[in-house]
């Protein structure tokens, strides 16, 4: 099975961007939306990813954000890829001209590969948890039997996930990479080192 590649979510501090680093996370993900409270400032975000070693992805997480707002953002800061949290359409992740995910919220009814057909220009599509009135962050797990095998594009699983659960998340799921944001928290957009060492850990393990 080839290697599932890991983020880390809802980083707002320097150290906790550089366990993750060290600990051997592909990406970090910094969330740029207001009502999170693991949102951050342009400041923030600038002083965490000249931090960063080399080799380490920064995505941008954005909720159906205003153009002119993605716009300041971007023109700020080298993101590697957005990921796109909200409801937009494909021409608005395409819009900015960098590679981007879009994230899907999933429930049982579902048709994941219907849902994934407009986003064909995507890098990849992440699957997180339907809840009503939460684009996401909600540490809750969707019935991971609900993705089907052989989708088109590479799948980012997200959703409840944590140290204890990611390598049965991997084994059922088979995805490209898992994304983890809470599960991972000494509290709202603090992480625990020991809890993202033992996440990462575990999913090279799987």
């Known amino acids: 099975m080839p290697v599932v590649r890991s983020k880390i979510c809802g980083i707002t501090r320097v150290e906790d961007a550089l366990v993750a680093a060290k600990a051997g996370a592909d990406a970090i993900g910094l969330v740029f939306y207001a009502k999170s409270p693991r949102a ?3 400041a923030q975000a600038r002083a965490i990813i000249d931090a960063l070693p080399p080799f380490v992805t920064t995505v941008g997480l954005f909720v159906d954000a205003d153009r002119d707002e993605l716009a300041r953002i971007l ?3 080298p993101l590697d890829l ?5 409801d937009e359409t494909a021409a608005a992740c395409e819009a900015p001209g960098r590679p981007y995910l879009k994230a899907l919220r999933v429930r049982r009814g579902d048709d994941i590969g219907a849902r ?3 986003y064909a220009s995507a890098a990849g599509i992440l699957l997180d948890t339907y809840v009503p009135g939460v684009p996401g962050g909600t540490g809750e797990a969707f019935d991971w039997s609900l993705v089907p ?3 088109a594009k590479p799948i980012i699983l997200a959703g409840g996930l944590g140290p204890e659960n990611v390598a049965a998340a991997i084994a059922r799921v088979r995805p490209y990479g898992v994304d983890v944001s809470g599960g991972v928290e000494a509290s709202k957009g603090i992480k ?3 809890k993202v060492r033992s996440f990462v850990q575990a999913v090279r393990a799987a």
């Open 149 to 151: 095998a052989g989708l």
């Open 192 to 194: 625990d080192a020991e």
């Open 40 to 42: 951050v400032t342009v």
């Open 82 to 86: 957005l990921q796109f949290h909200g």
């Open 116 to 118: 994934i057909e407009p």
């Open 75 to 77: 023109d700020a800061l």
